[in-house]
């Protein structure tokens, strides 16, 4: 019998996570498996779970939360050797969206599980983000520039909740909007972009729970997607916003877009983001890790 350890994030999406693992733990019980099911209360119990997880040795380890659950254990999880099943119970669920991982309720909890038995496994590169203040991996994007300054923003509000609190915090920092002195190297070579608003580098296309910032990222080519947005007035970045949600602003004259394997960016007073966590200041070395995880997918012939 295969052996499966479930590692539950409750909390994650306003407590979804709760509801998919019951569904994801039942289904895996119908098809007649018997997992080793564990639930986290803390970042902290996350770590020291998934890392139990991976020096057990299991065939699989399904996890049930978002991209920041993901973030937690990603280390833990690289280089393992073990296999990753993902039940998507976030609120973004980026990740679930660029492989293309049923969510949004009990029963697409169940249908991801079935990866346990049934999964297809792919290899997924993971991004490597080294900043100053210390490394940190992550699967979907690095944020540099208005949107990072965003996420800070919202993170330090405590009123009012939810989704409000994004967009105050959108309309604190388009009140404070300057450009960046953004210095950029490509894969060792100076980029001739320099100045701008923001700079995102894309494992996958999608950030904040669907905005297709990279809208050619793909999380298996071994490369990183770069898109700069040049210098703009607060009435340009707002006609932008649109764009951003379509992905049609890379065919914009104010974005410019590359891919890499590395990509290096210095800039007073920056801020980096990755997977929606704040990663660190003033200069990032990004790299890519080509498929450093391995994620079994839902298979269309179970």
């Known amino acids: 019998m295969r052996k499966v350890f479930v590692l539950a994030n409750p909390d994650a999406g306003r407590g979804k996570g709760a509801v998919a693992r019951d569904a994801a ?43 920041g659950t993901l973030s937690i254990v990603l280390d833990e999880l690289v280089g393992s050797g073990v296999p990753l099943v993902l039940v998507p119970a976030g609120t973004g669920n980026d990740l679930a969206r660029a492989l293309g991982i049923p969510f949004g309720s009990a029963d697409t909890a169940a249908v991801a599980a079935e990866a346990a038995m049934y999964g297809v496994p792919r290899a997924v590169d993971v991004g490597e983000a080294v900043c100053p203040e210390g490394t940190a991996r992550f699967l979907t994007v690095a944020a540099l520039g208005f949107d990072a300054k965003v996420s800070e923003r919202t993170n330090r509000l405590r009123w009012p909740p939810g989704r409000a609190r994004y967009y105050l915090a959108l309309l604190i920092e388009l ?103 704040r990663i660190g200041t003033e200069s990032v070395r990004v790299r890519t890790l080509p498929g450093a995880l391995i994620v079994l997918l839902p298979s269309t012939d179970a």
């Open 175 to 277: 009140t404070r909007l300057t450009p960046m002195r953004f210095t950029m190297s490509v894969d060792g070579t100076e980029s001739p972009v320099s100045d701008g608003t923001l700079i995102a580098i894309g494992n996958t296309r999608t950030y904040g729970g669907g905005m297709p910032i990279c809208p050619e990222a793909d999380p298996h080519d071994g490369l990183l997607d770069v898109v700069h947005i040049a210098p703009l007035s607060r009435f340009q970045l707002i006609r932008l916003f649109p764009h951003l949600l379509r992905g049609t602003h890379t065919q914009l004259p104010a974005a410019t877009t590359s891919r890499a394997a590395e990509v290096e960016v210095k800039a007073p007073g920056l801020l980096v983001y990755a997977d929606g966590e």
């Open 25 to 67: 733990v039942e289904r895996l019980r119908t098809l007649g498996l018997e997992p080793s099911v564990h639930t986290a209360s803390s970042v902290a119990e996350t770590r020291r779970l998934a890392a139990e997880a991976v020096n057990a040795k299991p065939d699989v380890l399904v996890l049930v939360g978002g991209d």
